[in-house]
Structures are given as structure tokens and as C-alpha cells.
């Protein structure tokens, strides 16, 4: 799959009245267009014309031998940077890594690229030489790949526009759910005020990225990449009224399988492995 509901003849999803009316009293900077949210952490920018949503992301889980992190982290530095030059490597459009918080030897790559083609001309670049010449020599026990796509989504909300600029990212929810076939409409809109909501800084100040995406394998799969300052800055974001819809959406019984996985990038020595844009 990976063709958008409007595109295979469906209509767009269309939130409620409710919906809206949530969505207007968690908006930052309404009536312009094109206003901002600015705090210490990122600067929130909304216009009548958006930068372009990657038309492909992919989270690498990995696990690395013990033995091998240190020189494991030293390579992944040179990758991410030069993935985040764009006389090196045009077609990436984010590139973080991420420490598990139970099990130090895993790590996530958060990749995005503009098009298939970028992914290609990315496997072509020296920085990524160094990441495969580690994986030949050995010091990668597992890898597994999903693909995912933000542009397969009704909208334009799924891919978080905010420009980051805090490097410290204490706490990330990979959150993966597969939702009921009947649900879908309604796990729409709550994913859409959740998201909204979560990048206003005056409704979840703590709260760095949020992105919502779609499996190019199965329709009805999605995954949720929240970044937060640091713990309680995700607790505080439980008690919003955004998360709150989508508590809401879950007690419907829409929600098949949800898996919870926690990372962060301050486990990681330096400020490199969080993309900072400036």
C-alpha cells in the first residue's frame, strides 16, 4: 500500500465540529497566515505553504555488540552529520539517533527523505560507507526496517514543520499501533488533535516533535515518534486535553495491538545525535 485515501477514490477525513473546536483552542498563533510559536526548545512555523512532507521515513532498530558502542557511536556521528549536510546528502530531510532507556546496546535511526531516490543517492555517500563498513566488520547483532510515510495521511498535520532547536531530548515514545479496520475515521481525528495540540507550545511546552506515520506495508499500522524535553515533560502531556482525546479514542476499543517503546538522545556523548535545524 502506501497511496492515500483521496487518491484511491475515498474521501478525505474531516474532523468533527468537536474537533475543531479543540483544535481552534489549541492553535498557537490563530488568525495569520503565517504565524509562530517560539520557545527555548523549538520554533513552531505555520504558513499557507508548508515545506514538503518526506515522502518516505525509516526507524532502523538496532542492536550493537557491548563491545562495540563506542566505535558504534564515533561512526553514527560522521553518518548523521553528513545525512544533515545538504551539499553531501540534498534528499535527507531528518536524521536522529536514539539510546534505548532499558536496553543501552539498541539504538533508533530516525531517517526521512524527500523521495525513493534520495534514498538511493544516500546508500551512495561516504558517511554512509563508514555505517556499512561497521555492520561487514560485524559489531551489529540485529537490525530490523519499517517504512513509513507521513504523506500517505489525510492532511497536511502528520509531519511535525516546527524547526528544532534544542539538541537535549530526555524522552521519546515510539508508540506503534495497529488500529481496527471500522476505526479508522475516528483515530484520524483524535490523532490529529493529539498532534496539533502536542506541537503548541502553550498547550504541551515540553513536547519537541511529534509526528504521526503510516506503514507502507500495512494499511492500518501507525507510528507515533513523540519527543519530549525529559520525563516529566511527557507527564505533563498525559494530562492534556489533546492526549486526552486520544485516551478517549482508545477506550472506544479502536485500538488492536499498542506497543510503547522509550528512548532518548542524552544518553548518546555530545549534541549530535538529535537534528537541531537551523
Not at 564515533?74 to 552529520?81: C, H, I, S, T
Not at 498525559?238 to 495491538?257: I, L, M, N, S
Request: aromatic fraction near 10%; charged fraction near 25%.
Amino acid at each position: 500500500f502506501g497511496s492515500s485515501r483521496s487518491r484511491r477514490g475515498l474521501a478525505p477525513h474531516r474532523p468533527s465540529a468537536m474537533l475543531w473546536s479543540l483544535l481552534s483552542q489549541l492553535w498557537c498563533c490563530p488568525g495569520s497566515e503565517a504565524s509562530a510559536c517560539v520557545d527555548g526548545d523549538r520554533a513552531e512555523v505555520r504558513s499557507s505553504s508548508p515545506a514538503p512532507t518526506p515522502a518516505l521515513s525509516l526507524l532502523v532498530l538496532v542492536d550493537i555488540k557491548p563491545d562495540r558502542i563506542d566505535e558504534f557511536l564515533q561512526v553514527m556521528q560522521k553518518n548523521a552529520q553528513g545525512s544533515r549536510d545538504r551539499s553531501l546528502d540534498p534528499g535527507v530531510m531528518r536524521f536522529d539517533v536514539l539510546q534505548c532507556k532499558n536496553m543501552p546496546e539498541r539504538f533508533l535511526f530516525y531517517e526521512s527523505f524527500a523521495d525513493e531516490q534520495s534514498v538511493a543517492k544516500h546508500k551512495d555517500t561516504g558517511h554512509f560507507r563508514t555505517w556499512a563498513d561497521f555492520k561487514a566488520s560485524g559489531g551489529v547483532e540485529k537490525q530490523t526496517v519499517h517504512r513509513l510515510a507521513a504523506t500517505s495521511m489525510p492532511g497536511e498535520w502528520a509531519y511535525h514543520q516546527g524547526r528544532m532547536t534544542s539538541s537535549s531530548v530526555g524522552f521519546v515514545a515510539l508508540v506503534d499501533v495497529v488500529i481496527k479496520p471500522a476505526h479508522m475515521e475516528d483515530f484520524f481525528g483524535a490523532a490529529e488533535l493529539n498532534a496539533r495540540g502536542s506541537r503548541c507550545c502553550d498547550s504541551d511546552p515540553g513536547c519537541v516533535r511529534f509526528d504521526v506515520l503510516r506503514s507502507r506495508e500495512q494499511e492500518n499500522r501507525f507510528v507515533f515518534y513523540e519527543c519530549y524535553k525529559d520525563e516529566a515533560a511527557f507527564e505533563q502531556h498525559k494530562q492534556t486535553p489533546h492526549c486526552q482525546a486520544w485516551r478517549d479514542f482508545k477506550a472506544t476499543g479502536g485500538v488492536e495491538r499498542q506497543v510503547v517503546s522509550v528512548f532518548d538522545s542524552v544518553s548518546i556523548p555530545g549534541t549530535w545525535a538529535f537534528q537541531v535545524e537551523q
